[in-house]
């Protein structure tokens, strides 16, 4: 009977051991399977290389795009080299760089130029537009799908975002001359009024559209980190350094998220236009809405 007890539990112990195998196996399987998705879409790349190695700065992290290039042939002109890079997670914000070829931008810009008038913000009371201290640039907004050039940016916008470009507002073109910003606020609403065209905004994408010489940062005051070791960072206005900040460099894209994965509203949003203080600004600014936004 010894015997007998000794080789079943043996025979237990195996299948036991088989089954560890097979899960183990399994679960590796599906990990390469995850990374081969992530490597398709671009947004996780295998290191190349000391000159391509994704390296931390200060919570930043730089990932090369190999096989998905958002609006490759499209629009005008051609882009540098496009690679996105992480710049937080408290709020979700991210730089595509290369985002918009010069051709595109200088069309933008052209485009507005006729049409600019002060800039205006919503009074979460009424809905409607008012003058404000807090934002002192000149602005217009270009009619969705309005031609050819912008239905190809609007639709690599929506390639980037995973977001339907029907649910996007109209392009916001923006001019800042010297002196000019704008305060720190949220691109969520805090009305109802506002959110019954689309729901609440989701996400913004703001683009620029020249290189500033100095000042004129995007800063997030209520981002997490500690951001003084950023590289650069004693380059920067004193307004860009309460905060994460982003340079305005022509072409480049920002990307950042109004509402947390669970669809709550993110304080740590919170963002301004730090003012010029040499040169002008030209950007162009997409809002999106968590539902279609009727034009």
Not at 172 to 179: A, D, K, N, P, S
């Amino acid at each position: 009977m010894a015997k007998g007890t000794s080789r079943v539990g043996r025979q237990h112990q195996s299948k036991r051991s088989t089954s560890t195998v097979t899960l183990v196996l399994s679960m590796l399987l599906m990990l390469t399977i995850v990374l081969l998705v992530l490597l398709a879409l671009g947004i996780f790349s295998l290191p190349l290389g000391s000159g391509d190695d994704p390296s931390p700065v200060n919570d930043s992290f730089k990932f090369k795009r190999l096989s998905l290039d958002i609006g490759e042939g499209d629009g005008l002109g051609k882009r540098g080299e496009q690679w996105t890079e992480v710049l937080s997670w408290e709020p979700r914000a991210f730089v595509y760089h290369n985002f918009l070829s010069k051709e595109e931008c200088e069309y933008l810009i052209n485009l507005a130029k006729p049409h600019m008038a002060k800039s205006t913000v919503v009074d979460s009371k009424t809905g409607q537009s008012k003058d404000s201290r807090v934002r002192t640039s000149s602005g217009m907004f270009l009619r969705r799908g309005r031609d050819k050039v912008i239905r190809a940016i609007e639709k690599r916008i929506a390639d980037y975002t995973f977001i339907p470009v029907e649910h996007g507002e109209g392009l916001q073109v923006l001019h800042y001359e010297v002196g000019q910003k704008y305060d720190p606020h949220y691109d969520y609403f805090l009305d109802e009024f506002n959110t019954k065209n689309g729901g609440q905004r989701i996400a913004t994408v703001l683009m620029y559209l020249s290189d500033v010489e100095k000042g004129g940062e995007t800063v997030f005051p209520a981002a997490t980190g500690n951001f003084s070791s950023s590289p650069g960072w004693n380059e920067m206005s004193e307004c860009a350094k309460r905060g994460l900040s982003v340079k305005p460099r022509l072409g480049d894209a920002l990307l950042f998220w109004s509402m947390r994965p669970d669809a709550t509203l993110d304080p740590s949003s919170l963002h301004g236009g730090c003012p010029v203080i040499k040169g002008n600004k030209w950007s162009s600014t997409k809002w999106m809405h968590v539902e279609q936004y009727k034009v």
